[in-house]
């Protein structure tokens, strides 16, 4: 990528200057194809390990790897001009010691040109989101609920409903703000503590089912446009309902072959006299 387009696109350091005055546009992306169509809408377009989950097919986060992340990192920047581009820390990939999370994130950013890492985690990742922001890798941090936990949390649920959840979010908020992060995913989060984070916090609170409380909001994409028939969670809204249009599609696609229909005379190479 050149130094001038780099310039063009929005940096961590804007995001994080968003603070107060604008709220956060925030799409996860995670081909070439759908991040040209949301870059110029959004502020943020996130490679999030939930491409595991969405393209293909696991269960959970735990299972995607760093190569994973590096590949669709590198088609999302090939269709972006705008926004400002994270790219996961999948799981193992840097709970082991702040040097693999640093060695990591380095590969990441020099193999897609991303402009940063996210790492989910609170006080127990602050030191290591210290070290990386020290030595020039931006972090982007994820508090309340973490996917990446599911084992150890024993299933996806939203948090902060009890005092001793709310204090451990609020204490996970603050250590990574204080450590350096330039913006922090609140997930799954009650909206009072949600919004205490966001008004104690220096950086951006972008949330997902942490309510409108947040200093900005992450989807998934494909959740928003409506191409899972058979998820939609309390926090999500659909935009759009395309995965009928796409049975729709492959039914009428399907009936013109098996009837000949398709291809028809303009679909096809004539040779040249
Ligand atoms: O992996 C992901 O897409 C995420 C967002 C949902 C915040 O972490």
């Given at each position: 990528m050149s130094t001038h387009s780099k310039q063009k696109r929005l940096t961590t350091a804007s995001i994080r200057a968003m603070k107060g005055?604008?709220?956060?546009?925030?799409?996860?992306?995670?081909?070439?194809?759908?991040?040209?169509?949301?870059?110029?809408?959004?502020?943020?377009?996130?490679?999030?390990?939930?491409?595991?989950?969405?393209?293909?097919?696991?269960?959970?986060?735990?299972?995607?790897?760093?190569?994973?992340?590096?590949?669709?990192?590198?088609a999302v920047m090939r269709g972006v001009s705008h926004a400002c581009v994270?790219?996961?820390?999948?799981?193992?990939?840097?709970?082991?010691?702040?040097?693999?999370?640093?060695r990591n994130a380095v590969r990441l950013m020099q193999e897609t040109g991303c402009d940063g890492v996210k790492?989910?985690?609170?006080?127990?990742?602050?030191?290591?989101?210290?070290?990386?922001?020290?030595?020039?890798?931006?972090?982007?941090?994820?508090?309340?609920?973490?996917?990446?936990?599911?084992?150890?949390?024993?299933?996806?649920?939203?948090?902060?409903h009890s005092e001793e959840e709310a204090v451990k979010i609020r204490r996970d908020a603050l250590a990574v703000d204080e450590a350096g992060a330039f913006a922090v995913v609140v997930e799954g989060t009650v909206e009072p503590v949600a919004r205490d984070i966001t008004a104690s916090l220096r950086v951006p609170t972008?949330?997902?089912?942490a309510s409108p409380a947040c200093d900005g909001q992450v989807l998934v994409s494909d959740?928003?446009?409506?191409?899972?028939?058979?998820?939609?969670?309390?926090?999500?809204?659909?935009?759009?309902?395309?995965?009928p249009l796409v049975s729709q599609a492959a039914q009428t696609y399907a009936e013109e072959v098996r009837s000949g229909q398709f291809p028809a005379k303009e679909h096809t190479f004539q040779p040249k006299r």
């Open positions: 005055n604008e709220r956060v546009v925030c799409l996860t992306a995670y081909t070439t194809p759908i991040a040209r169509l949301l870059d110029p809408h959004c502020d943020l377009l996130l490679v999030g390990d939930s491409l595991g989950m969405v393209l293909y097919g696991m269960e959970t986060t735990v299972g995607v790897t760093l190569d994973m992340m590096a590949a669709h990192g590198r994270i790219v996961d820390l999948p799981f193992g990939s840097y709970q082991e010691s702040k040097e693999q999370a640093f790492l989910e985690g609170g006080e127990e990742m602050a030191e290591t989101i210290a070290f990386l922001t020290a030595r020039g890798v931006p972090v982007f941090a994820h508090v309340g609920l973490m996917p990446q936990l599911v084992n150890t949390a024993g299933g996806f649920r939203s948090l902060g972008i949330g997902i089912g959740d928003m446009l409506g191409l899972f028939n058979d998820f939609k969670p309390r926090f999500v809204k659909r935009f759009a309902e395309l995965s």
